[in-house]
């Protein structure tokens, strides 16, 4: 399974369609997320993944897609969350 493919797992896991998450979705005005819901997202995504994603990086995330590159960059250069 990729990257993409897992995410969409963790979004599906949140209650999202996986037929609504293609990579030029916008996360406020296409898939209905509020900052609430972000952060679960993104606590979800590090939990799956074992990284840690940056508190300040959460406001550049516009688009399912960022969230996919994200954890792609993340994976890539080896950055586990603390604890793990």
Known sequence: MDIRENVVTVMRGAGFES?????DQRLAEDLDIDS?????VIVALEQHFGVSIDADAEGAFRT????????????S???AAVGS
């Open 36 to 40: 609430t819901e972000l952060v679960e």
């Open 19 to 23: 037929e609504a998450l293609a990579d």
């Open 64 to 75: 399912f897609g960022d969230l996919v590159d994200c954890v792609g960059r993340l994976l």
């Open 77 to 79: 250069a080896g950055v």
